[in-house]
């Protein structure tokens, strides 16, 4: 599985000082979101896109790969602007900066990616309201850098992509039959019917609660 | 000062202004490219329901040859004065059944280009979420279900976004619509997994989509009625609408 990837100690230290761009500090906030802090299986945070847009691999894919890129540039800016930014108002003022590239997203997948954009449409308006994004906004790039922020939404982006595509290989190979819609069971000459179960969103719970648990049980994590 | 009510509200300003620029930006950018998209995405649904395309087909270039589009008035007869590209799907499913103008695309064979082999007819309702719409071919017969071409704006992906999928279009396929001279449409059941061949106005459900399967019956038996006199009008009198 890829999210069973190095790296178990804690989260790194908040504060930065100056230090190389891909210094210790700064890779482990791209490396642990894949595992030790994954936002799905450790935040469990974005489960509801998570359980929605994984019946097959390519969809799963896009929707990472928006996500990381609206998580990774929303963290940017915000954390740009951080200081200036009226306390009273800044939820706001995240969404709305979150809500600039989500729309732009949207718009480059509508323009350069149409099927794709038709099948994800409601769940990459939803990006806005994805707890991953909000929570590294309001967790991590209101209080550093703009170059660690920027590692820390790409970081989460992947530890989440790691998770969508890991659920969307066993729901599109045992839902469909297929993988990256190739008929693999009907390639191998072997009679598929297809589970039903693995098309609905309950297939998907199934999926993540193994993959906690596995993880959890590899990471030797139990809560309190 | 970065607490003063004036400071919050330039703020404020200032951001709306800054993402208002940069939205119009990449949507007036990227315009074009999505109007390509669409126009090309509504000639190869029309295409798709009554051939087979490959990959590669070229969909301009087959639309072209193969499709003749007129507008249908209410009481059955062809607007000579008007362009299918002037209609409005949305505007025009908002008005009553019996004042819409409606577009037919007829798909003439390969051989004779005066000879109608299907009539396609755009179809437009509400599913659970959001709007939906498509293509219906029919046969020469006009009662006759040759295929279906659905989209959709916001139906559950893996529940009602099945709609889009060939497996759930294919169910239609020899479907009638018409029992004698009576119109009676198609309508999805509820559940899945049934068998409904001998049965010409059924078609299988979507387990999980029962409320998108009812907008699409909903759908389908408002625009055959639109559509009836035309159906009826071409019936009966092969000759009495003289195209072109």
Known sequence: MSTQVEEKKAAPAVKEKSEGLFSQKNRKLLVDPLNSNNPITVQVLGICSALAVTIQIQTALVMALGLTFVTAFSNLFISLIRDSIPARIRIIVQLAIVSVWVIILDQFLRAYMYDVAKGLSVYVGLII??????????????????????????????????????????????????????????????????????LLPAGACIIVGLIIWAQRAYNKHYEE | MRQSNLYI????????????VLLAVAAEGLKPQQQANIALEQKRNIL????????????????????????????????????????????????????????????VSESDPNKAEFYVLPVYGYGLWNNIWGFVSLKSDLSTINGVSYAHAGETPGLG?????EEIQQRYTGKKIFEGSNLVSVQMMKGEG???????????????????????????????????????????????????
């Open chain 2, 161 to 165: 976004a099945r709609i889009t999928t």
């Open chain 1, 129 to 198: 309201t994805n707890c991953i994004v909000m929570g590294r906004l309001e967790a991590y790039a209101m209080a550093n850098k703009p170059w660690p922020s920027f590692l820390d939404g790409i970081g989460n982006g992947l530890g989440y992509g790691a998770i969508l595509l890991t659920v969307a290989f066993f729901r599109e190979l045992f839902g469909s039959g297929s993988l990256l819609g190739y008929k693999v069971f009907a390639a191998a000459g072997l009679p598929f019917q297809g589970n039903g179960l693995m």
């Open chain 2, 9 to 20: 509200i330039l703020y404020t300003a200032g951001l709306t202004v800054l993402c208002g």
């Open chain 2, 194 to 244: 049934n068998d409904y061949s001998d049965s010409p106005h059924k078609v299988d459900g979507m387990s999980g989509a029962t409320l998108t399967a009812k907008g699409i019956n909903n759908m389908l038996m408002d625009y055959f009625k639109s559509y009836e006199n035309f159906f009826k009008a071409k019936m009966n009198n092969k000759q009495a609408i003289n195209l072109k």
């Open chain 2, 48 to 107: 798709t329901t009554v051939l087979t395309l490959d990959e590669n087909a070229n969909i301009t270039e087959l639309y072209e040859k193969r499709v003749k589009a007129y507008v249908v008035k209410p009481d059955g007869s062809v607007d000579e004065g008007k362009k299918v590209e002037e209609i409005s799907i949305v505007d025009e499913y908002k008005k009553p059944a019996d004042q819409r103008l409606l577009p037919i695309y007829e798909v």
